[in-house]
């Protein structure tokens, strides 16, 4: 089995920066890509970013230039740095992990809630 712990969201107030993390543990035979979503109120969940095990990474155009996500290949850990936080970045975070080698799967963590306030 495999757990994904999120901890670093948190209110803040409209520009400021929050750092999101995601560990994952149990059996886990090779992380492969990581990535972040969203869910807003009322919202479906959309993707943030993502890092492939490679460190490449792709980010969608409302968080370019203002997240980072990065990984800890040794800590099997996925970061995420949001700084020029806005309102409309309110919402639950997900950390989501792909395991294996065969028979892959991906995981989703608990979510943090980030609240922005203007």
């Known amino acids: 089995q495999v757990q994904l712990v999120e901890s670093g969201g948190g209110l803040v107030q409209a520009g400021g920066s929050l750092r999101l993390s995601c560990a994952a543990s149990g059996s886990i035979s090779r992380v492969n890509a990581m990535g972040w979503y969203r869910q807003a109120p009322g919202k479906q969940r959309e993707l943030v970013a993502v890092i492939t095990s490679g460190g490449s990474t792709n980010y969608v155009d409302f968080v370019k230039g203002r997240f980072t996500i990065s990984r800890d290949n040794a800590k099997n850990t996925v970061y995420l740095q949001m700084n020029s936080l806005k309102p409309e970045d309110t919402a639950v975070y997900y950390c989501?992990?792909?395991?294996?080698?065969?028979?892959?799967?991906?995981?989703w963590g608990q979510g943090t809630q980030v609240t922005v306030s203007s």
């Open positions: 989501n992990v792909e395991i294996g080698v065969v028979g892959l799967r991906r995981y």
